[in-house]
């Protein structure tokens, strides 16, 4: 509602009801305006649509390009038979939904995401899910901004994201935000951060930088250490370096996972430093048993999507396909469910740019996320403390944008 309570602007909110009891209920989510064309329930009647050629999966009138890499070199056409599975479980259990997914292989590359993009718009498709290496994304992007088809991609490469390339996948951004915000939350004024000296660790550096100004604090060092294979060396090296700072910081941002933690630990425990005032900060990256469980981290905080979404949608994905999925199946599954509701929802409109960049965002099965023009995402991230014999959540991830994160 407006100031002078003369327009009415009805929100409404999408909700991807993800099932863990296998419910199929969605609601719109976000500022739509109130022109949203058909109600939900209602079906738009196309006209005729082209042959669909090529595996389909779903029976619905809205056709859905899925773009994956399923003939890709390098053991990465497993992770398109993943996401494959993953999209026909969502619509196993949403059996009503409006959706038509036309899988298209990648292989992996730019030419191939091109060509699979052009081959699924061809065939009718509004909207591409996928693809999911960068490469492919790219040669996707060009051919879908042609034709003004969106795309909600899965690859974490920041670089092929833009107005209408959607990402979907957990950025390094989002995780720098949430537990930088929630440690200068907890009084940690003065930072130093160890990160890898690649393209992953230039983003995690702006995205640092950033948010502990956004908080007020200040940065002592900033130590970028070169990761070759097993090779820990450098890491050492620039650990010990970070000794004549300890004194003057209390937060130690380690965003990478692995092994890393647990050297730069050692490291300094090696040199006798003087670390207990210290709070250890980790990543999503830190999702893993080997540092949760690892003793030495007990007391670290970390950042990742509240798990008990996840963990029903594994226990389902095992029963069906008779092996756990990997951390992020769940990507594909959500872009599935956030289709279906949105055709569900919001009518003709379904896919336009307000829809999908509304401020609200949307609920997933891995928390709150919302687009941003730029092609982004934002994410609600629970903080986690490492206890090693696993963790524990310290603050849960929001529910609402409104109320901060």
Not at 80 to 101: H, M
Not at 126 to 146: I, K, N, Q, W
Request: charged share 15%.
């Amino acid at each position: 509602m407006d100031d002078t309570g003369t327009v009415k602007r009805y929100r409404r909110r999408i909700f991807l009801k993800t099932a863990l009891a296998g419910a199929s209920a969605f609601a719109l989510t976000g500022c739509l305006g109130s022109s949203l064309g058909t109600l939900p329930g209602e079906q738009i009647q196309p006209g005729a649509q082209p042959e669909v050629t090529g595996d389909v999966i779903g029976t619905g009138t809205v056709r859905v390009g899925l773009l994956l890499p399923l003939s890709s070199s390098g053991g990465n056409s497993a992770i398109g038979t993943v996401f494959k599975n993953s999209a026909a479980l969502a619509l196993q259990n949403f059996p009503n939904s409006d959706v038509q997914l036309l899988v298209k292989d990648t292989g992996g590359t730019a030419e191939g995401g091109r060509a699979a993009a052009q081959k699924a718009i061809s065939e009718g498709a509004e909207l591409l899910l996928g693809p999911v290496f960068a490469p492919a994304v790219s040669g996707a992007g060009a051919a879908a901004r042609a034709s003004g088809v969106p795309v909600i991609a899965f690859s974490t490469d920041t670089s092929v994201a833009s107005r209408g390339i959607y990402l979907l996948s957990f950025l390094p951004e989002s995780d720098v935000r949430r537990i930088i915000g929630y440690a200068s939350s907890q009084q940690k004024r003065s930072f130093a951060a160890l990160l890898p000296n690649d393209s992953y660790g230039g983003v995690v550096e702006a995205a640092f930088r950033q948010e502990v100004g956004r908080a007020g604090g200040r940065i002592a060092t900033i130590q970028r250490y070169q990761a070759t294979g097993s090779d820990t060396s450098d890491l050492k090296a620039k650990a010990a370096g970070l000794q004549r700072s300890l004194n003057s910081i209390d937060a130690l941002f380690v965003p990478a996972g692995g092994p890393v933690p647990g050297v730069v630990m050692q490291a300094l425990m090696g040199l006798n430093a003087d670390i207990g005032h210290i709070k250890l900060l980790g990543s999503g990256q830190w999702d893993t048993p080997q540092i949760k469980n690892n003793p030495i981290l007990t007391g670290a905080w970390f950042t990742g999507p509240e798990n008990s979404g996840f963990n029903g949608f594994a226990q389902r994905y095992q029963q069906t396909y008779g092996s756990p999925p990997p951390r992020n199946a769940s990507l594909v599954y959500d872009g599935v469910t956030l289709a279906a509701g949105l055709i569900r929802s919001a009518g003709p409109q379904r896919f336009q740019p307000r829809i999908l960049t509304n401020k609200d965002g949307f609920l997933g099965i891995d928390g709150l996320f919302r687009f941003k023009a730029n092609g982004l995402n934002e994410r609600g991230l629970a903080i986690y403390q490492v206890t090693g014999s696993g963790s524990q959540v310290v603050a849960a991830a929001p529910r609402d944008f409104r109320s901060g994160f």
